[in-house]
């Protein structure tokens, strides 16, 4: 349809008029709120919470045998026999219940000297000799015994015979005496009387007789006693010399054994670097052989230093050796080092494991997997942090802002993660431990920096 020109311009005029008019209907505040609605970021909030978080270490292991010894010899001598040589299996000896070897381990290899076994003999015969001298000492013990109680016999009767003979003694001593009286009166004529004199002197020699007798039989018994005390000390002094052989006979009998190169456990050789007729120094540092025990096996760890205060004694393990098998193997800690290697801040674990069958060689790769248990650990939702030039960040809303925080993460459990410490992106912030109150973002619908004003759902 055709307007005429002079029609259009009111037209435009109107509509410019129409369109405005509303505009200057709407109020000054209701334009502000609006744009500020418009300029908040709408986000979902979650305190971090505190649970147990379950995480595990996993680490390359080194296998070993549980003892490693060098077999050297004690005494010299030439190697006369050797009855192993490398990967023979060997056998401990058998304690008995008392703690006395009842069976030697197995025969290695055996030395051959003659001048020690020579030696050997020799002392055996010393031993025995004293032995001999011991038992002359105590018969000449009993015969001394003997002579003291016949001795005391002899004394006995010696004394008794001296009562005797003084008592005859006084009697003719006394009838000389009174015969004297009689001649005197003339009662008893000269002869008698010198008869009864002659008693009494014959009666005075038998006392000194019996008196000498007496004294005899005393040192005879004093004697006999003397030889008695000898006697002792020679038994004393042949058992000392005895027990001295006896022990000098055993010393010798011990070197003697080391001829005999026996195994200290059960186990394998691993080396072997001697041959029949080698001859073997005292002062040699080169073992006749290395054995090893295999059962139990030794497992080496080391174990980092985030996870070394939850790892101790009896922890639980998981061993896979890749070579033997892919399963893992059920076993616990056995022992730890106690303390951190300082250089490389590491925690040495060892693990035993059962090896009956020598499956398990030393040398294997292994990994062990310790699974790990972080208690009462404040976690966040995963999506709620970020990287920013290498640095984790989350935002925390405080006061109706949103504020980012950098933050330092622990181990993380499905959509979790730790949360260790934070502190505002800001340089004059210090770190501290989460509080267990901080509303940190997990979602958000739109943009956010430090100071955006958010509305949480």
Same mark, same amino acid.
């Given at each position: 349809?055709?307007?005429?020109?002079?029609?259009?311009?009111?037209?435009?005029?109107?509509?410019?008029?129409?369109?405005?008019?509303?505009?200057?209907?709407?109020?000054?505040?209701? $334009? $502000?709120?609006?744009?500020?609605?418009?300029?908040?970021? *709408?986000?979902?909030?979650?305190?971090?919470?505190?649970?147990?978080?379950?995480?595990?270490?996993?680490?390359?292991?080194?296998?070993?045998?549980? @003892?490693?010894?060098?077999?050297?010899?004690?005494?010299?001598?030439? *190697?006369?026999?050797?009855?192993?040589?490398?990967?023979?299996? %060997?056998?401990?000896?058998?304690?008995?219940?008392?703690?006395?070897?009842?069976?030697?381990?197995?025969?290695?290899? @055996?030395?051959?000297?003659?001048?020690?076994?020579?030696?050997?003999?020799?002392?055996?015969?010393?031993?025995?000799?004293?032995?001999?001298?011991? #038992?002359?000492?105590?018969?000449?013990?009993?015969?001394?015994?003997?002579?003291?109680?016949?001795? @005391?016999?002899?004394?006995?009767?010696?004394?008794?015979?001296?009562?005797?003979?003084?008592?005859?003694?006084?009697?003719?001593?006394?009838?000389?005496?009174?015969?004297?009286?009689?001649?005197?009166?003339?009662?008893?004529?000269?002869?008698?009387?010198?008869?009864?004199? !002659?008693?009494?002197?014959?009666?005075?020699?038998?006392?000194?007789?019996?008196?000498?007798?007496?004294?005899?039989?005393?040192?005879?018994?004093?004697?006999?006693?003397?030889?008695?005390?000898?006697?002792?000390?020679? %038994?004393?002094?042949?058992?000392?010399?005895?027990?001295?052989?006896?022990?000098? =006979?055993?010393?010798?009998?011990?070197?003697?054994?080391? =001829? &005999?190169?026996?195994?200290?456990?059960?186990?394998?050789?691993?080396?072997?670097?001697?041959?029949?007729?080698? /001859?073997?120094?005292? !002062?040699?540092?080169?073992?006749?052989?290395?054995? =090893?025990?295999?059962?139990?096996?030794?497992? /080496?760890?080391?174990?980092?230093?985030?996870?070394?205060?939850?790892?101790?004694?009896?922890?639980?393990?998981?061993?896979?050796?890749?070579?033997?098998?892919?399963?893992?193997?059920?076993?616990?800690?056995?022992?730890?080092?106690?303390?951190?290697?300082?250089?490389?801040?590491?925690?040495?674990? #060892?693990?035993?494991?059962?090896?009956?069958? /020598?499956?398990?060689?030393?040398?294997?790769?292994?990994?062990? $997997?310790?699974?790990?248990?972080?208690?009462?650990?404040?976690?966040?939702?995963?999506?709620?942090?970020?990287?920013?030039? #290498?640095? !984790?960040?989350? /935002?925390?809303?405080?006061?109706?802002?949103?504020?980012? &925080?950098?933050?330092?993460?622990?181990?993380?459990?499905?959509?979790?993660?730790?949360?260790?410490?934070?502190?505002?992106?800001?340089?004059? $912030?210090?770190?501290?431990?989460?509080?267990?109150?901080?509303?940190?973002?997990?979602?958000?619908?739109?943009?956010?920096?430090?100071?955006?004003?958010?509305?949480?759902?």
């Amino acid at each position: 349809m055709y307007y005429p020109r002079s029609l259009i311009l009111p037209l435009t005029s109107l509509l410019v008029v129409v369109g405005f008019i509303p505009g200057c209907m709407k109020s000054p505040g209701s $334009s $502000s709120q609006e744009k500020s609605k418009a300029a908040q970021t *709408i986000v979902s909030v979650q305190t971090p919470q505190k649970k147990t978080i379950h995480w595990s270490v996993e680490q390359p292991a080194t296998i070993q045998a549980y @003892e490693t010894t060098p077999i050297i010899a004690k005494v010299p001598g030439y *190697i006369s026999r050797v009855l192993v040589d490398i990967d023979d299996k %060997i056998d401990g000896p058998e304690i008995g219940w008392l703690g006395e070897e009842v069976k030697q381990g197995t025969l290695l290899a @055996e030395l051959s000297i003659p001048e020690l076994e020579e030696e050997r003999k020799q002392k055996l015969a010393e031993a025995v000799a004293m032995k001999a001298m011991v #038992e002359v000492a105590q018969k000449n013990l009993l015969v001394a015994e003997a002579n003291i109680k016949s001795n @005391e016999k002899m004394v006995l009767e010696s004394e008794s015979a001296l009562a005797k003979a003084d008592a005859n003694s006084k009697r003719w001593s006394s009838e000389a005496s009174r015969s004297d009286e009689m001649v005197a009166r003339r009662v008893m004529d000269k002869q008698t009387a010198e008869e009864t004199r !002659n008693q009494a002197i014959a009666a005075a020699s038998e006392l000194d007789e019996a008196k000498a007798r007496v004294q005899s039989a005393k040192a005879r018994l004093t004697e006999s006693q003397a030889k008695q005390q000898s006697a002792l000390s020679d %038994i004393t002094a042949a058992e000392a010399k005895a027990r001295s052989a006896d022990a000098e =006979a055993r010393r010798v009998a011990a070197l003697r054994r080391y =001829a &005999y190169i026996t195994a200290p456990y059960k186990g394998i050789v691993t080396a072997r670097n001697v041959h029949t007729g080698h /001859f073997l120094q005292m !002062n040699s540092s080169q073992p006749l052989f290395m054995v =090893a025990r295999l059962d139990p096996i030794r497992i /080496f760890m080391e174990v980092p230093e985030a996870a070394a205060s939850q790892v101790g004694k009896g922890s639980p393990a998981q061993v896979t050796i890749p070579s033997i098998s892919n399963a893992a193997i059920s076993a616990k800690v056995t022992r730890t080092a106690g303390v951190l290697n300082p250089d490389i801040r590491t925690l040495r674990v #060892e693990i035993d494991l059962p090896n009956p069958d /020598f499956k398990i060689r030393p040398g294997l790769y292994a990994t062990v $997997s310790l699974p790990i248990e972080t208690p009462n650990a404040y976690t966040v939702p995963g999506k709620s942090t970020f990287m920013l030039d #290498e640095f !984790n960040y989350c /935002f925390i809303v405080e006061e109706g802002k949103a504020v980012r &925080y950098q933050v330092e993460l622990g181990h993380k459990e499905g959509d979790e993660v730790e949360l260790l410490m934070l502190k505002k992106a800001d340089p004059k $912030s210090t770190w501290h431990t989460p509080l267990g109150n901080e509303q940190v973002v997990v979602t958000r619908e739109g943009p956010l920096e430090t100071g955006t004003d958010v509305q949480v759902k």
